[in-house]
């Protein structure tokens, strides 16, 4: 049974720190790894997916890499803003039933105040 | 990216009437949805998966007379809650694959039961 884990739960730092948001999957055998943002009260935005075949992905001042072996995902946020304040998700499919299904983490939520 | 179209985003109803939530994906089409259900600071747990011109298939422990699905096409799926009571009150998001990989989410739709 594919269990996903994040920590930390929650994390407030100050505007500017770079920060580093842990995912920790135990079945290896998956072929991708995906990271969402939810605000408050908010569905979910996509933030990267990470193909089973790449190391890690890039998109603006967000970097997340996958180590599948070990089971684990980071997503990397450099000086960070007030604006970056939200829950962040990972999620890794599960194949069930004839479909892939999502199974998430219980997130971290993050604060940054100015 | 792709999008995805929920509504209404919130909805107010009283107890014992019947709730329809719409998800639409605006961009591409989907044989698949699904539907999930968050509690507050809690993550998204899997309700069912929505399947274009077949029946929905539901998790354990999740009533299928009391979340009518129906994905009458490509682009849309809508999740009932019937006789609706307090307890149905949630937060509701339903979520499309494009090309079997990337999730996208919709909005959500803030369910209170009064």
């Known amino acids: 049974k594919q269990e996903v884990t994040q920590i930390p739960a929650a994390l407030s730092v100050p505007e500017g720190e770079n920060l580093v948001l842990n995912c920790s999957f135990t079945?290896?055998?998956?072929?991708?790894l995906q990271w969402f943002r939810q605000d408050p009260g908010k569905g979910l935005t996509s933030l990267l997916l990470?193909?089973?075949?790449?190391r890690e992905q890039t998109s603006g001042r967000l970097n997340a890499s996958l180590d599948k072996s070990s089971g684990r995902s980071t997503l990397y946020i450099a000086a960070s803003q007030p604006g970056d304040s939200a829950t962040y998700l990972c999620a890794v499919p599960r194949f069930s039933g004839g479909y892939n299904k999502l199974i998430f983490g219980a997130g971290t939520r993050l604060a940054v105040h100015p | 990216g792709a999008v995805v179209s929920q509504h209404p985003s919130w909805v107010i109803c009283k107890s014992g009437t019947s709730v329809k939530i719409e998800c639409r994906s605006l961009d591409f089409q989907a044989t698949t949805m699904f539907w999930y259900r968050q509690f507050p600071k809690q993550s998204l747990m899997l309700m069912a998966t929505s399947n274009e011109g077949s029946k929905a298939t539901y998790e354990q422990g999740v009533e299928k007379d009391k979340f009518l699905i129906n994905h009458a096409s490509l682009t849309l799926s809508t999740l009932t809650v019937t006789s609706a009571h307090p307890e149905d009150s949630s937060f509701y998001i339903c979520?499309?694959?494009?090309?079997?990989?990337?999730?996208?989410f919709g909005q959500g739709t803030r369910l209170t039961v009064v």
């Open positions: 079945d290896s055998a998956i072929y991708n």
């Open positions: 990470i193909q089973s075949s790449q």
């Open positions: 979520s499309a694959n494009r090309g079997n990989t990337e999730a996208f």
